[in-house]
């Protein structure tokens, strides 16, 4: 048996749009035993546990034989238990935990281990973007591009101090990443695009500093998060909250949900977010979470524990 445990994410974070994520400590834990014949057997519980398929579309599985087809080996059947509480289809990279868990369990069960940069870009591959992937596997804030003709993908960490609070408000509205997506323009105009560089160069420079002195006005967004929050009631004026503690909001990668930072006050930025969506008629849940700064792969390796 091989078990990971992945961590939750959030990308874009503003004006970062498809280059960055922070992990966050909310886990995916998946466990794979091999079988001796191909079925597929399933366990699941926790969040969105009803609605994650029970045969090879599954993205653990997924993950699991994409290891194997890079190994040039033919995948076991397998009995796979996975336990998640990461909520689903809010934008806090659930996908992408279960494609992440999927290459690491088949490296662990296979015994080929691709090198860091080989399994990122076989996940970005699965998840179609890297920024959540990259992040879920190293921990931390981590900026990510894929290199030119679809090369390697590059990736740069930096790690988060500890008393950074991360505030998460998840309305009872999921919003499919594809429908997020749809909303959005083919071009933007120079002033749009170079809004967006100049305030994500000073978050990325606030991050790397070491001191993550964030300001709000770093994550003023004007490629998504306007044409986003249109799509659920309340997420607008999430985005213009003001709080003297508050560091920076956003929508939480492609939304439903808000991510707010804070250092203090949390519980004062909560609420206030909370508010936006009931004056909405929203319902909506708190989440008070802080970064994980080691991923499914940390410092000593990968998170994978052999039975």
Known sequence: ???????????NLGCLFDCAAIALNLELRAAATPLPTPELEFSCSGEGADLIPRDSTNLVVRGIHRLYAWAAAPPPGLRIELRSAIPVGVGLGSSA???????L????????RPDDATL???????????DNVAAAFLGGLVVSMVGADAGPVLTRKALVPP???????????????????????TSYSRADAVHNLQRAA???????????DFQPAYFADRWHQSRRADLVPGLGACLELEHPDLLGVCLSGAGSAVLAITRRSGSEVEQGLLQRFRAEGVDARALRLRADNQGAQGHLGAKVIPA
């Open 1 to 11: 048996m091989a078990e990971v445990a992945v961590p939750a994410t959030s990308a």
């Open 97 to 103: 935990a279960a494609v992440l868990a999927g290459l």
């Open 105 to 112: 369990i088949g490296a662990e069960l296979s015994g080929q």
């Open 120 to 130: 990122i870009g076989l996940a970005a591959e699965l998840e179609g973007h890297p």
């Open 163 to 185: 008393e950074l609070e991360f505030i998460v408000v998840i309305p009872d509205r999921p919003m499919l990443t594809a429908r997020s997506r749809s909303v959005l323009p």
């Open 202 to 212: 000073l978050l990325v420079a606030a991050a790397f500093s070491g001191e993550f």
